[in-house]
């Protein structure tokens, strides 16, 4: 399904909470990334968006949201999340670029694999590598932001989780167990921060219309995520960003060790 994303110079404009903070969006170039990428710009933030392999979708986003600004205030870099040194080289161009340190992280980047119905079909390759990306991934990107991340207020650290740990789908064990590990790091993470002024947090989505959420599944299993909704409709990825983007601004200071569901209450 096509993404449309429309970016103003009236939306740049508006309160800038983020006004002149530097943000990197792992997984930023579609999906929930992409939204969170938009509405942190028009927060006023300068934001990097992170992809892992093909650069046109990143790229033109970029296009987009400099076009849009007075000033050039985003750039798209390539950066596999499971490897330690381009991880590492994702913090050195932002840092290059905007003349400053990071203040929030987002880590967006992950993998969902549709194929299995269940645990014991699922391959020791497949568990590998959605624990590759989605947890090692996150320790990374955790990791280095720990280590550089602006101190004494603003340093935000944002994972990307998922309400299928707290309704347990069948046929999600790998992707759901990956989450969790992921969860727990960054409660740890918010405590083992004390004193620096850096928080660190969870937004776990639902049901989200995203290709992510899309692959392998039948009109018939969308339309029933659907109806289990109070809200009758799946997420979109804006009401995801809307949320990230409060935890990135000091309002959200003192929201810190928490996962937020956004799930519009289909998982309570």
Same mark, same amino acid.
């Given at each position: 399904m096509?993404e449309?994303?429309?970016?103003?110079?009236?939306?740049t &404009?508006?309160a800038?909470? !983020?006004n @002149? %903070?530097? $943000?990197i969006?792992?997984?930023?170039?579609r999906g929930? +990334?992409?939204? *969170?990428?938009?509405?942190?710009h028009?927060?006023?933030?300068k934001?990097v968006?992170?992809?892992?392999?093909s650069?046109?979708?990143?790229d033109?986003?970029?296009?987009?949201l400099?076009a849009?600004?007075?000033?050039h205030?985003?750039?798209?870099?390539?950066?596999?999340?499971?490897?330690?040194?381009?991880?590492k080289?994702l913090?050195d161009?932002?840092e290059?670029?905007?003349?400053?340190?990071?203040?929030v992280?987002?880590?967006?980047?992950?993998?969902?694999?549709?194929?299995?119905p269940?645990?014991?079909?699922?391959?020791?390759?497949?568990w590998?590598?959605?624990?590759?990306?989605? &947890?090692?991934?996150?320790? !990374?990107? @955790? %990791?280095? $932001?720990a280590?550089?991340l602006?101190?004494?207020?603003? +340093?935000r650290? *944002?994972?990307?989780?998922?309400?299928l740990?707290?309704?347990?789908?069948p046929?999600?064990?790998?992707?759901a167990?990956?989450?969790?590990a992921?969860?727990?790091m960054?409660k740890?993470?918010?405590?083992?921060?004390?004193?620096?002024g850096?928080?660190?947090?969870?937004?776990?989505?639902g049901?989200v219309?995203?290709?992510?959420?899309?692959?392998?599944?039948?009109?018939?299993?969308?339309?029933?995520?659907?109806?289990?909704?109070?809200?009758?409709?799946?997420?979109?990825?804006e009401?995801?960003a809307q949320v990230?983007?409060?935890?990135?601004?000091?309002?959200?200071?003192?929201?810190?060790?928490?996962v937020?569901?956004?799930? @519009?209450?289909?998982?309570?």
């Open positions: 096509a449309e994303i429309q970016i103003s110079k009236d939306q &404009a508006s800038s909470p !983020l @002149g %903070r530097v $943000a969006v792992t997984g930023g170039s929930i +990334g992409r939204a *969170i990428a938009v509405h942190l028009s927060l006023g933030a934001v968006i992170n992809y892992a392999s650069s046109t979708q990143a033109q986003l970029a296009v987009e400099n849009a600004a007075a000033e205030r985003a750039i798209a870099v390539r950066g596999d999340v499971s490897d330690r040194d381009q991880v080289h913090f161009e932002a290059r670029e905007f003349g400053s340190k990071v203040h992280i987002v880590n967006c980047a992950g993998v969902m694999d549709a194929k299995y269940s645990l014991a079909q699922t391959t020791e390759e497949d590998d590598t959605t624990f590759n990306v989605n &947890a090692k991934g996150a320790f !990374l990107t @955790g %990791r280095e $932001a280590r550089r602006v101190r004494g207020g603003g +340093g650290i *944002i994972m990307t989780t998922t309400s740990v707290g309704s347990l789908l046929g999600y064990a790998a992707y167990a990956s989450k969790a992921v969860e727990t960054t740890i993470l918010a405590k083992e921060l004390k004193g620096t850096v928080t660190s947090n969870c937004v776990a989505p049901p219309a995203s290709d992510l959420f899309y692959a392998g599944k039948t009109e018939e299993m969308i339309n029933r995520f659907v109806e289990s909704g109070p809200l009758g409709r799946l997420g979109q990825p009401d995801v990230v983007g409060f935890l990135a601004g000091d309002a959200g200071e003192w929201i810190n060790g928490q937020v569901r956004v799930n @519009g209450g289909m998982v309570i």
